[in-house]
């Protein structure tokens, strides 16, 4: 299958449209989905989409008009190379993944540590529709609505302490489960962090779900992060743990080649990889004959993050 070549089920144009449209999407997505698997079903055990739970939410700020990108493009074009590290593997490899229960373990520079259940993780919160842009190292992009909810909102609940200046979180580490773990093309298992400004910015979001729906797994069921004006990278998936650090934690990309990836990954046009300009992007989905979009500062969210910056040396900081 090439992402060029993507089937485009419905157009939607602002945050309002997004959800008076929403039984059309899910609908849609359905549709979508029946169609995807048709051809695949027998090859692809598991859970299509229409054995995902639809989600409870309320409109959230931030929303991007741009078209999101279909269910399609969604859930079958992934990086997640705990089930390999081809962009269809998290698609096939993932359908059998059980992420019930799922506890995560909170730890470190707070008042309250403990073990927490996916229940008490997410009970608590409103779960809101967020369109945001996601780019990725590689330089490609999409638009994803997103359900979710501030990380702020749940790292507040722990009473982090002065000591606490970064947050660390950890994917589930079960090489049974997770086929990819059995190879060493990372460090296991996945680790991301954050400044504790960048964690409780209300961009920031504890993701639970996409398109109305819980998150499938190949999207880092059952909790993953985003943080839209980073490269996707830093949006670590399956979460199983958290920990307030008082030093910067070494996250898993950084590790593994540090000249290439560092810890901070703000988007930025101006400071190209080693190895490739990150100066323009292919958006999934678009036509084969569409030229490359021009990446923006921070992701287009530089009116909202810039200042968490300032003064720092963003080719040094990358
Ligand atoms: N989290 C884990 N645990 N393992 C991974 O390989 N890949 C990252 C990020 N989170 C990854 C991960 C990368 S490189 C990207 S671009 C995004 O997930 C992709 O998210 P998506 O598949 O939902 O688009």
């Known amino acids: 299958m ?16 997004f959800v008076s449209r929403r039984r059309f999407i899910r609908d849609a997505g ?7 698997t ?5 090859a692809l055990p598991g859970r299509a989409s229409a054995s995902l739970r639809d ?4 409109p959230g700020p931030f929303s991007t008009d741009e ?11 992934n990086n997640f190379y705990e089930f390999g590290t081809g962009k269809e593997d998290p698609y096939r490899n993932a359908q059998e993944f059980v992420t019930e229960p799922w506890t995560v373990k909170v730890g470190g520079e707070c008042d309250k540590p403990g ?3 996916y ?3 997410v009970g608590p919160h409103a779960l809101e529709d967020r369109v945001y842009r996601h780019r990725c190292v590689e330089a490609w992009s999409m638009v994803v609505p997103w359900v979710g909810f501030p990380l702020g909102d749940l790292l507040k609940r722990f009473e982090p302490n002065s000591k606490a200046k970064y947050v660390r979180f950890k994917t589930l580490f079960d090489p049974d489960r997770m086929p990819g773990q059995r190879r060493a093309v990372l460090r296991w298992p996945y680790v991301e962090g954050l400044t504790m400004a960048e964690a409780m910015h209300p961009l920031t979001l504890m993701v639970v779900g996409v398109y109305g729906k819980e998150l499938p797994n190949q999207n880092g069921a059952p909790l993953r992060l985003v943080i839209p004006w980073k490269y996707g990278f830093k949006g670590i998936k399956s979460i199983v743990e958290i920990e ?3 030093r910067q934690p070494k996250n898993s990309w950084a590790l593994a080649t540090p000249r290439e990836y560092g810890f901070y990954a703000n988007v930025n046009p101006e400071v190209d990889h080693p190895r490739w300009s990150q100066a323009r992007e292919r958006r999934i989905g678009a036509s084969v004959f569409a030229e490359k979009q021009p990446t923006l500062m921070f992701n287009g969210y530089a009116e909202q993050v810039a200042s968490l910056y300032a003064g720092l040396d963003l080719r040094k900081n990358y």
């Not at 989600?55 to 309320?58: G, K, R």
């Open 244 to 246: 307030f650090t008082s």
């Open 38 to 42: 048709g051809a695949t079903a027998l």
């Open 119 to 121: 229940a008490d993780i």
């Open 67 to 77: 078209t999101p990108n279909s269910w399609e493009d969604v859930t079958t074009y």
């Open 115 to 117: 073990k927490y259940d």
């Open 55 to 58: 989600l409870e939410t309320v």
């Open 2 to 17: 090439k992402p060029d070549n993507r089937i485009r089920s419905w157009e939607i144009t602002s945050e309002a449209n």
């Open 30 to 36: 359905l549709a979508v989905g029946a169609a995807l």
